[in-house]
């Protein structure tokens, strides 16, 4: 069975960082994308950066670039996003999900969620 898990939320002043953790199960990365989303309330679900283990690329949201770093483990089966300079409206539930590709392919596995919220 695949599993996500999302962990390492929290509540954290302005301008300070997290590091989320995607742990998996059931599956290797490799040869799979790690996508990070995320959703505010009242907004729709964006998405905010993505590692393809077939090359080692990464994309990110306009909205985080130079503030977060998305990062594999191999060995630990685990993708990670490391956050600084947060902002208030970084405030949402993050998850991350599987596909094949960044781009193109579906999302096909989904974590739970975890919750980050900044304070101003």
């Known amino acids: 069975e695949v599993q996500l898990v999302e962990s390492g939320g929290g509540l954290v002043q302005a301008g300070g960082s997290l590091r989320l953790s995607c742990a998996a199960s059931g599956f290797t990365f490799d040869g799979s994308a790690i996508g990070w989303f995320r959703q505010a309330p009242g907004k729709e679900r964006e998405g905010v950066s993505c590692?393809?283990?077939?090359?080692?690329?990464?994309d990110y949201a306009d909205s985080v670039k130079g503030r977060f770093t998305i990062s594999s483990d191999d060995a630990k089966n685990t993708v990670y996003l490391q956050m600084n300079s947060l902002k208030p409206e970084d405030t949402a539930v993050y998850y991350c999900?599987?596909?094949?590709?960044?781009?193109?392919?579906?999302?096909?596995?989904w974590g739970q969620g975890t919750q980050v919220t900044v304070s101003s």
């Open positions: 590692f393809s283990s077939s090359d080692g690329s990464t």
């Open positions: 999900a599987a596909a094949v590709r960044c781009e193109g392919t579906p999302w096909g596995h």
